[in-house]
Nanobody, 117 residues
Framework: VQLVESGGGLVQAGGSLRLSCAAS????????MGWYRQAPGKQRELVAT????????NYADSVKGRFTISRDNAKNMMYLQMNSLKPDDTAVYYCNAYVRKYEYDYWGQGTQVTVSS
């Protein structure tokens, strides 16, 4: 499984961005997908996850009500709509895909999101 993120950039506080994650390879093995982020000097943290069918989502408390995760299995894509962005949202955002069959996590290379105040 290969993951490629896109959509990051520089935005002012209060603005919006939409991140995309394109999956390729053995995508039919992917179960849960998610977005994680890592700010300078901090550990990588969960942002949001979504199950294969999209029926269950999970969000970090810090992004609830502002971010929305979605998934299009037919296109092998996952998205993160980020609204009302804050400077604290500044981080490198990573796409993650978990394959339960192999108990293995795949990661993308990350995309930078910078929110200016």
């Amino acid at each position: 499984v290969q993951l490629v993120e896109s959509g990051g950039g520089l935005v002012q506080a209060g603005g919006s961005l939409r991140l995309s994650c394109a999956a390729s390879g053995r995508t039919f093995d992917i179960n849960v997908m998610g977005w994680y982020r890592q700010a300078p000097g901090k550990q990588r943290e969960l942002v949001a996850t979504i199950t294969r069918g999209g029926g269950s989502t999970n969000y970090a408390d810090s992004v609830k009500g502002r971010f929305t995760i979605s998934r299009d299995n037919a296109k092998n894509m996952m998205y993160l709509q980020m609204n009302s962005l804050k400077p604290d949202d500044t981080a490198v955002y990573y796409c993650n895909a978990y394959v339960r069959k192999y108990e293995y996590d795949y990661w993308g290379q990350g995309t930078q999101v910078t929110v200016s105040s």
